[in-house]
Nanobody, 125 residues
Framework: QVQLVESGGGLVQAGGSLRLSCVAS????????MGWHRQAPGKEREFVAA????????RFGDSAKGRFTISRGSGKNTVYLQMNSLRPDDTAVYFC??????????????????WGQGTQVTVSS
């Protein structure tokens, strides 16, 4: 089993930045692709970004392109989501996800993915 702990959420003004972190423990996160989904109140869950096991491949959702970057820590069991130019519509609970591939994380429904508890990001106008 993989345990995921997210941090870095909070309240920020529009135009500001936040960096989310997620640490994987248990069955080593270094063997997994890692990424993020988010869910805003009253909306469907949305793919944000994913990065491959060794960090060589990245994938972004449309809302994240050009504003967010994703990276892995040197130990490969940590993933970061740097969010810049935040907008009020970025307000959501952000969930860390691990899975066998970026495609599995992108799908959001792969049975081999594991999810964190989420961290709240609120962007004020």
């Amino acid at each position: 089993q993989v345990q995921l702990v997210e941090s870095g959420g909070g309240l920020v003004q529009a135009g500001g930045s936040l960096r989310l972190s997620c640490v994987a423990s248990g069955r080593t996160g270094a063997t997994y692709a890692m990424g993020w989904h988010r869910q805003a109140p009253g909306k469907e869950r949305e793919f944000v970004a994913a990065i491959s096991r060794l960090g060589g491949a990245e994938r972004f959702g449309d809302s994240a392109k050009g504003r967010f970057t994703i990276s892995r820590g040197s130990g490969k069991n940590t993933v970061y989501l740097q969010m810049n130019s935040l907008r009020p519509d970025d307000t959501a609970v952000y969930f860390c996800v691990v899975g066998p591939s970026t495609a599995a994380i992108f799908s959001g429904v792969d049975e081999n993915t594991r999810w964190g508890q989420g961290t709240q990001v609120t962007v004020s106008s």
